[in-house]
T-cell receptor
């Protein structure tokens, strides 16, 4: 099915470990986003990419890096995981180079011990 | 600073009845957009409805409609003829302008239960 695919769906890390969350969309969308969702809070934007080759910081970028590998893929990397980064991470995309995210992935539940 | 407040953490409605979810926001801007998103148990976020601040007419999408009160900074979502499939978390969101990525804020969500 067409849409946004995130891997992995679940992950447990130890403090200090690194990992990369993968996201791919097959809708030829220009814009892609990474959000985190914490209990009792709404989604918060970590990074976004308005088009291939560009990335910009969102509301909570500290501790993360991103790569827009090509038009389809937008990865999120945690270089040295911290317990405060325990969250559910969502990747999203939209067709234009702006506007609200319309298509979301199923999310990655990340726990850092 | 812009904030979005959803004061109802959880609500319940009987199937086929109508329910209204509340949202208030704080902004000093004149050009902005408001959204309601649905997040079912599958966690996939779905855009339900969008309202442009410059439009006086309330947006409607089938059984979903909004009551946009600009002066009161209120943006409620009304779901008519509630169905079991409407059970989900609902998030209100605000964006300053249409292409302003950094100025996109979500509320904390309202969990809607639908009783058969």
């Amino acid at each position: 099915n067409a849409g946004v695919t995130q891997t992995p769906k679940f992950q447990v890390l130890k403090t200090g470990q690194s990992m990369t969350l993968q996201c791919a969309q097959d809708m030829n969308h220009n814009s892609m986003y990474w959000y985190r969702q914490d209990p009792g809070m709404g989604l918060r934007l970590i990074y976004y990419s308005a088009s291939e080759g560009t990335t910009d910081k969102g509301e909570v970028p500290n501790g993360y890096n991103v790569s827009r590998l090509n038009k389809r893929e937008f990865s999120l990397r945690l270089e040295s995981a911290a317990p405060s980064q325990t969250s559910v991470y969502f990747c999203a995309s939209t067709e234009g180079t702006g506007g609200q995210p319309q298509h979301f992935g199923d999310g990655t539940r990340l726990s850092i011990l | 600073a812009q904030t979005v407040t959803q004061s109802q953490p959880e609500m319940s409605v009987q199937e086929a009845e109508t329910v209204t979810l509340s949202c208030t926001y704080d902004t000093s801007e004149s050009d902005y957009y408001l959204f309601w998103y649905k997040q079912p148990p599958s966690r996939q976020m779905i855009l339900v409805i969008r309202q442009e601040a410059y439009k006086q007419q309330n947006a409607t999408e089938n059984r979903f409609s909004v009551n946009f009160q600009k002066a009161a900074k209120s943006f409620s979502l009304k779901i008519s003829d509630s169905q079991l499939g409407d059970a989900a978390m609902y998030f209100c969101a605000y964006r300053r302008g249409l292409y302003n990525f950094n100025k996109f804020y979500f509320g904390s969500g309202t969990k809607l239960n639908v009783k058969p």
